[in-house]
Every structure is written in C-alpha cells, then in structure tokens.
C-alpha cells in the first residue's frame, strides 16, 4: 500500500508561481508510473500532467502545457509539479496519484488507470 502526502498548496496571485511535492511511502518509488490531477469545485477531477517511472518521458495537458513541468525525483521518493505563470482558472485541488508499474516504461492520463491516491492539496489563485 503507497502512501501519498502532497504539500506546496497555497493562496497565490495570478502570475505568480508555486511547487508542489507528493511524497511516497514507498521505498520502491521507481516501480510507479505518476500523475497529478486536480478538481475545481463543481467540476470534475481532470488530467493535468504524467510522468514515467525513470521520469523520461512526461505529458502535459494542453492548459497548462509551457506552464506547468512535472518533475520527479526517485532517491527522494518525491514528484513534483512546477506550476508557473498561475492563472485563477488553476485554482484546485490538486492530487497526485501513483501507478504500480515495475515493467512499464510510459505514461498514463487517466483516473482508471491509477492505483494510489493522496489527499490533495489546495491551490488558490487570485486575479
């Protein structure tokens, strides 16, 4: 069972820019593919970015594509995502999510695909 604590959210003006982090419990950190999403309130949780277990190969969602960089660090047992150039329609929460996938080598954007989730934290922007 991966354990997940993302940490960095917070109440930002627009422009500005903020990291968050999502660490894992597990040791073996690199078996996992991993993503964030978030969800606005009344609205659904959507894909906001992916990364593959070496951190090679990531994707990005076209609205916050040059914005945002999903970044991981697996000595650390830490994900990351750079968020920049923050605009009130990024206000979320935002959840990392973790895939066990020891053999594979890509990325994966969707909710289903994913086995382990955090919390959330909250991302505010204001104009």
């Known amino acids: 069972q991966v354990q997940l604590v993302e940490s960095g959210g917070g109440l930002v003006q627009a422009g500005r820019s903020l990291r968050l982090s999502c660490e894992a419990s597990e040791r073996t950190f690199s078996w996992y593919g991993m993503g964030w999403f978030r969800q606005a309130p009344g609205k659904e949780r959507e894909f906001v970015a992916a990364i593959s277990r070496s951190g090679g190969t990531t994707f990005h969602a076209d609205s916050v594509k040059g914005r945002f960089t999903i970044s991981r660090d697996n000595a650390k047992n830490t994900l990351y995502l750079q968020m920049n150039s923050l605009k009130p329609e990024d206000t979320a929460a935002y959840y990392c999510?973790?895939?066990?996938?020891?053999?594979?080598?890509?990325?994966?954007?969707?909710?289903?695909?994913?086995?382990?989730w955090g919390q959330g934290t909250q991302v505010t922007v204001s104009s």
């Open positions: 999510a973790a895939k066990y996938t020891i053999y594979g080598t890509g990325y994966y954007i969707r909710e289903s695909e994913y086995d382990y």
